[in-house]
């Protein structure tokens, strides 16, 4: 906000008005490497694109990962992002590197440190839940702000998943977990478990409050029942879930349980707040034919309050709308967040 002291009180109300402070924006589920893929042709289906990206997390180091972090994060805090969760799975180094990266490039990090006890990657892999709790300890003494995360129902079975349940109850600690992003995944789970992926997250002790399941784009009603009944988030990531051909979050379904949500850039193939709260309210718009199906606040809440409790934040810093941008002129005042929302890009968020 621009001084005024001194100023006429025409020029003070239009300096004052050259601003208009947010609270900053929570980026709750990122996995910062996969920014390196964004443009490339990369397989005609999730799974295909799935190799593409193994690849590059197979090739990370710790000093690659120390580099393209902070770059990546710096441009996160450009577009208004104060806060991130760090979905990691690219070992133990790594993490360290991540840390370092996010403290250079100002953002505050919950390292949601992953469990993978099968396929996948070898460096992602831990050869007993007891060693990624270990893991987990490792990253926790160092000080770093860390979540569990069993990565999913095809890579953690449901020993491993009660375990990293009953850990983080106890610890009190944020558990991330990915769910339902693609119909194959729900097919293997039935297979395997008898249930669908949230029913076994629920059978298994990984559901309530400081639950976060990521994306749950075919979770069908019971699954969401048993979201709301648990208190778990949903962290919604319609960018990449676009890019990816994942589907359509149900928007309304949820909404209508009064399940909170909060918002991810994923594979970070964009790194926008308002793109992603835009597509949120859009795919709810195109699947029930109704207009304001979010409000403009409660669009707000989901892009921050929300995913900072679901990072088990407390504080994280704000930011200030540039309101000469191009994009706002003529709106007036009160219409200011339905239009950052309705048409702007994160370039309106102020230079630090
Ligand atoms: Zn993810």
Redesign the pocket.
């Known amino acids: 906000m621009i001084g005024v002291s001194g100023s006429s009180p025409l020029l003070a109300s239009r300096l004052v008005a050259e601003s208009f402070p947010l609270p900053g924006f929570v980026n709750a589920?990122s996995?910062t490497f996969q920014r390196a893929l964004r443009g490339r042709a990369a397989g005609g289906d999730f799974w295909a694109w799935r190799e593409n990206m193994l690849a590059e997390a197979d090739r990370q180091t710790p000093e690659l990962v120390r580099v393209s972090y902070e770059t990546a994060y710096r441009e996160m805090r450009a577009a208004g992002f104060t806060a991130v969760g760090e979905?990691h799975y690219l070992g133990l180094a790594e993490a360290f590197a991540a840390a370092e990266a996010a403290s250079a490039a100002g953002i505050e990090l919950v390292l949601l440190h992953a469990a993978y006890a099968r396929g996948g990657l070898s460096r992602s892999r831990q050869e007993t839940v007891r060693g990624y709790l270990a893991e987990v300890e490792a990253l926790r003494d160092f000080g770093l702000r860390i979540g569990l995360a069993p990565h999913s129902v095809r890579a953690c079975p449901a020993d491993w998943l009660e375990q990293i349940g009953r850990y983080a109850e106890q610890a009190e600690l944020p558990l991330h977990v990915?769910a339902d992003e693609q119909p194959k995944e729900i097919e293997e789970c039935q297979a395997e478990h008898g249930c669908r992926p949230i029913e076994l997250l629920a059978r298994t002790g990984c559901l309530g409050p400081r639950t976060t399941v990521?994306h749950a784009t075919h979770a069908d009603g019971a699954e969401l029942d048993l979201l709301a009944s648990t208190g778990a988030t949903i962290c919604a990531?319609p960018t990449t879930e676009a890019d990816l051909g994942d589907g359509f979050l149900p928007a309304e379904r949820i909404r209508g349980r009064g399940i909170p949500l909060c918002i991810g850039t994923?594979s970070n193939v964009r790194i926008d707040p308002f793109e992603e709260l835009r597509e949120l309210e859009g795919i709810a718009r195109r699947q029930t034919g109704r207009r304001g199906i979010f409000q403009t606040d409660e669009l707000f809440r989901f892009g921050s309050e929300l995913g900072g409790r679901a990072l088990g934040l407390e504080k994280w810093a704000g930011i200030e709308i540039d309101l000469e941008h191009r994009s706002l002129h003529g709106v007036s005042s009160e219409h200011v967040a339905g239009a950052l929302v309705a048409g702007c890009g994160a370039d309106v968020v102020e230079k630090e």
């Open positions: 589920h996995h979905f990915h990521v990531c994923d």
